[in-house]
């Protein structure tokens, strides 16, 4: 594991907020030189830290995709039936999120979908087949108020 410092900290902060700022800005903007900052970079993909890059999507200008929030609740917590439970998840592309949770529920996943028959075939497929499941309950998001977030940024 990476130890990060200050500078480390707040490069990963700049690259949420903008993950296709140029080398020199986001050197400027932590106080290192470009090289100094490109190497600290490539540090922190090499360790793992910085698992990649992604591009958001605005749904209005692409296919329409609805956001269902899924939370779980499985039969028992012990360590197996979690280790067993997480690695069904990771062979289903489908499930976009998945977060070990505290509260009423063990997890909640997030899953992509284009309308509800999409979401019932995930569900009967997918979701009913995951190990040492108890509970289902499947919420459908009406918009992403976060969005316009990074619209905004750009401007």
């Known amino acids: 594991m990476m130890a990060l410092d200050k500078i480390d900290r707040n490069i990963l902060r700049l690259l949420r907020l903008d993950g296709r700022v140029s080398n020199a800005k986001l050197a400027a903007e932590v106080g290192l030189s470009p090289s100094a900052c490109l190497r600290r970079i490539k540090l922190m993909e090499q360790a793992g830290v910085i698992r990649g890059y992604t591009a958001l999507i605005d749904a209005t200008q692409s296919e329409t995709t609805i956001a269902v929030i899924i939370n779980i609740t499985l039969e028992r917590q012990t360590e197996d039936h979690l280790d067993r439970f997480e690695a069904a998840v990771r062979k289903h592309p489908e499930i976009r999120e998945c977060y070990l949770m505290t509260g009423g529920s063990d997890y909640m996943l997030r899953v992509d979908v284009e309308n509800a028959g999409v979401f019932e ?35």
Not at 123 to 152: C, M, N, Q, Y
């Open 121 to 155: 075939r995930i569900h009967k497929e997918v979701l009913s087949t995951l190990p040492g499941v108890l509970r289902i309950h499947s919420s459908f998001s009406i918009r992403d108020v976060l969005a316009a977030r990074s619209r905004s940024r750009r401007s």
